[in-house]
């Protein structure tokens, strides 16, 4: 049998399991698309329950727990910020410390793992280890990607000390090389921002950066004067004066105000110039950052591979940068970078010292199994679902779904899309997905507004062909995990007339062939798809391009704003009722909204829904 | 009850030790250093 560890993030946001069987990901998941609470931060319980059934064992048959991140340490570094913020913090002092004090408080935090498993009732827990936050990233940065050695970079907001950590990868073993440590965070000044322009933290820093390429870099060098020192080698310091996250719960206050002329935009506020150009001054300014880190990793460890990890590696925009500098050969970013991916990383820590190889450097893949680690519901199940529901369908076999899903795309028809396992990870790669057709004008603003129910501002994303990938768009590389921004490629480009127009009407130029998902500075944010990791997926496209000539789908995540992704058929199928997508498949089967019978609701399901 | 203890202990223990920390250090490194060709730590070889 196999040597099983599970590993677990959690009580931060978003919570998560993982199992590793001799260092390879067999199952994973994210607690919110179980509990249906967005970024779910309380003990992952349902996402274990998934990986123990996923590989038929109970906790007898697992060798080792990891957790994510080290809970004294990370004591040792709130202690040491409450001293160093006196005597100005008293309040998130007194709100903070007695959590941390208690008996199962969160100094013991790997006592209460062991807790939260055994009450599982799946067998006897083996003993909880824990690994350092940074240690968690890298892990699941390098261990999976296909590469035998590799530099390996980890930025994000704080774990334990670490912001910043540069590694050196080889074969199963990850050396520490050098670190950056809190309160100097490349992912806490894009928070700052973040929040600054009215969006919340830890999620909200997606629609910064898509709301970047609508502003004009304006206050980037006031970034550079004031808040961020950064030497030629991509380190930084930043000017804790004009920061809040020492002294509380807010990220700025006043200092931000004088910098950036006056109060910070309100949640759900009207978006002004300013933060347009604030979200493209901090963006250039942590490109700029990254590009140099990138350099300084390939300069340290000598490799031609560099792997990411770390919740700023999801700034697809600036891993776009890194591999368009050509700094390195190729480089290879975790899908689940974020905090998610710390549950793999450190059950893949623990396997690997455990004896763990890493087999699949044989086959040029990576062991990620195109992040399709999550539940399954094969056509039996959905079958149940349906006909228990008095659900109208039609059961097809595959060529016959592909094709009339093709076709209905082509209508311009807007389609669900749920097949086969879920993605790991914050983005949807084909297998809970909402599919368009990128050739239409209106179809970005139809889908943001009658679908999502989200801000018109928000860019989609393109599925192409992996073959056909570079007939559309500059990559120079594969992008399985759509982590990768490119430009589209000339021979798609139009002559846009641009003069006069700024802000969101810039939305309304039509740039390339594929309109809904080119963005206003031309970048697109591509998903690669292969035969391998997702067949039927890549059927559809191959169908979608012989019905149109055109390789590429808009895709987007089978979810409306504020929820988790769908898990279940009942998820998928109540999404597909409130919205105005046309069509749904799941598995085998073709649902059409005509055929459906009404739909009715005791309350408005939008209330309940919290904005993201 | 909990508090007063809290009020106590915050300003008469870590208060002044977080700012006797800084008189001697730099505990959190808050300073800028113009003259730093970087500001990366090695890290600890465990």
């Known amino acids: ?612 | 009850m909990r508090a007063l203890l809290l009020f106590l202990f915050y300003y008469l223990v870590v208060t002044p030790a977080g700012l006797l920390a800084r008189l001697v250090r730099d505990p959190l490194s808050r300073r800028r250093n113009p003259d730093a060709a970087t500001y990366w730590i090695p890290s600890e070889k465990s």
């Open chain 1, 1 to 612: 049998m196999s040597d099983l560890v599970l590993g677990i993030s959690a009580f931060y946001h978003d919570s998560a399991a993982a199992l590793v069987a001799d260092g390879v990901p067999v199952a994973a998941a994210q607690e919110e698309r179980f509990s249906r609470k967005r970024h779910d931060s309380s003990f992952p319980s349902q996402a274990v329950t998934y990986c123990l059934d996923e590989a038929g064992v109970s906790f007898d048959d697992i060798s080792a727990v990891a957790y994510y991140e080290d809970p004294r340490l990370k004591f040792r570094r709130v202690m040491a910020t409450f001293a160093g913020a006196a005597p100005t913090a008293f309040p998130f002092f007194r709100a903070a410390l007695p959590s941390w004090l208690s008996a199962d408080g969160k100094r013991h935090t790997d006592q209460t793992v062991r807790r939260e498993l055994q009450a599982l009732g799946r067998g006897r827990v083996p003993r909880v280890s824990v690994r350092r936050h940074h240690e968690s990233h890298a892990a699941s940065a390098f261990f999976p990607s296909p590469y035998e050695s590799a530099a390996v970079l980890c930025v994000d907001g704080v774990g334990e000390w670490a912001t910043t950590t540069l590694w050196h990868g080889r074969g199963t073993t990850l050396e520490a090389v050098a670190e950056l440590r809190f309160p100097h965070s490349l992912g806490m000044l894009y928070s700052a921002f973040t929040y600054f322009c009215g969006f919340k933290v830890d999620s909200g820093e997606y629609k910064l950066m898509g709301l970047a390429p609508y502003g004009r870099p304006r206050y980037a060098d006031l970034i550079r004067d004031t808040l961020i020192d950064v030497k030629p080698d991509g380190t930084f310091r930043l000017d804790m004066r004009f920061f809040e996250y020492l002294r509380g719960q807010t990220m700025t206050g006043r200092g931000f105000e004088r910098l950036f002329g006056g109060p910070r935009r309100m949640p759900e506020g009207q978006l002004t110039e300013r933060e347009f150009d604030l979200a493209a001054s901090v963006q250039e300014v942590t490109e700029e950052v990254m590009l140099k880190l990138a350099r300084t990793a390939r300069e340290r460890t000598g490799e031609s591979k560099l792997c990411l990890a770390g919740g700023v590696a999801l700034n697809c925009v600036a891993n776009g940068k890194i591999t368009d500098a050509g700094i390195f050969d190729e480089i290879w970013i975790q899908p689940a970078a974020g905090d998610a991916g710390g549950a793999l990383g450190a059950a893949q820590a623990v396997a690997m010292e455990r004896g763990a190889s890493r087999d699949h450097l044989g086959t040029g893949r990576d062991a990620m199994s195109g992040s399709l680690l999550g539940p399954a519901y094969d056509d039996d199940e959905i079958a149940a679902y349906l006909t228990a529901n008095g659900i109208p369908h039609r059961r097809l076999d595959d060529e016959e779904l592909v094709k009339q899903v093709a076709a209905g795309l082509a209508d311009g028809k807007i389609v669900g899309w749920f097949q086969g396992r879920m993605e790991f990870g914050p983005r949807a790669l084909g297998a809970r997905s909402i599919l368009g057709d990128p050739r239409d004008p209106a179809m970005q603003s139809a889908m943001n507004l009658k679908i999502k129910f989200r801000e018109s501002f928000r860019p989609f994303a393109p599925a192409v062909l992996a073959e056909d990938a570079k007939d559309y768009f500059d990559l120079r590389q594969e992008s399985p995990y759509m982590l990768l921004v490119a430009r589209v490629a000339a021979a798609q480009q139009l002559e846009a007339p641009e003069s006069g127009v700024s802000g969101l009407d810039l939305l309304r130029v039509r740039r390339s062939t594929i309109p809904a998902v080119t963005h206003v500075d031309y970048s697109a944010r591509v998903q690669t798809v292969d035969e391998h990791s997702n067949p039927r997926y890549h059927h559809l496209l191959g169908a979608f391009k012989a019905r149109t000539g055109c390789p590429v789908l808009v895709n987007t995540s089978f979810n409306v704003r504020g929820e988790p992704i769908v898990r279940t058929p009942h998820d998928a199928y109540t999404c597909f009722m409130r919205t105005n997508i046309d069509m749904l498949a799941l598995g085998g089967f073709l649902l059409d909204k005509s055929e459906q019978p009404a739909w009715t609701e005791k309350s408005d399901w939008r209330e309940e829904i919290p904005l993201d």
